[in-house]
């Protein structure tokens, strides 16, 4: 097994076609049928499922597609760090949707002008899907809810967020999830950090929550909210910079729920220039990060 094999499998099983991952690789279809089959008997099993027009990947394929996808991606940051340590090659950083539209636009621009050699890709999701895609190794490091307890896992203290609960303007004053139990909440998937903080919060007061909707976007949360469908809760930084913000009332959480920390997290034995770089970033244009915690976590609701 060589890393030539794994490119040619990782390719196949992204476009289900030999012809397709030929083409992207530069090489005939036969070859990587002869390859492709090479490897599937020194791992004794088959990789794919072998239809007419199409390839699909079996059971044991699926498995050891993160297997692949994480060396690949490991031979990749090796080869980044003999190029005398500076950062250049791929560059995958994943982030929540909040994160990725009030913190990363002049971070990653000011990345851009220092190392124009990298090629940056930014993945937007949940602090769950982000983590799994480091944990996985399909993403060099991401900015999630933390922190983050896993042994393969490194971080680093970016950012305080506060949270704040949304409401329709005519909505009486919010002490507890008593007073909105039964209203429907708009959320993100499962896999979101701040949904679960939400759902923790009726929890912890022994109060049930209405019906949970997925939302796509905090534009779209805002709007449902504004229509009197229900409530939310998304960070105090993002809503400033929602243009309806003023047709929803505002709503201040205790502080446990309020306060939020997002981190950014690398798998321990890939901490690659990239990586190294980007971190300085933070810690330089962030001046809260430097104590690991939070320098200012009061609730301004006043000019939201």
Partial sequence: MDLTQLKMFCATAGTGSLARAAELLHRVPSNLTTRLRQLERELGADLFIREKQR???SPMGH???GYATRILALSEEAISMTHAGEPTGNFALGAMESTAAIRLPALLATYHQHFPRVSLSLVTGSSGDMLDGVRAGTLAAALVDGPVNYPEISSCFSFAETLVLIAALDQPPIDGPADIGGKTLFAFSPSCSYRRRFEGWFQNEGVAPGPILEIQSYHTMLACVASGAGVAMLPLAVLRQLPDRQRVSVHELPAETA???????WRAE?????????KKFIMEQQPAAAGNGFAHNEVILENV
């Fill in 270 to 278: 890939a901490f690659s220039p990239n990586v190294a770089a980007l």
């Fill in 63 to 65: 498995n050891f597609l």
């Fill in 259 to 265: 306060a939020a920390a997002t981190w950014l997290i």
């Fill in 55 to 57: 390839l699909r990947l």
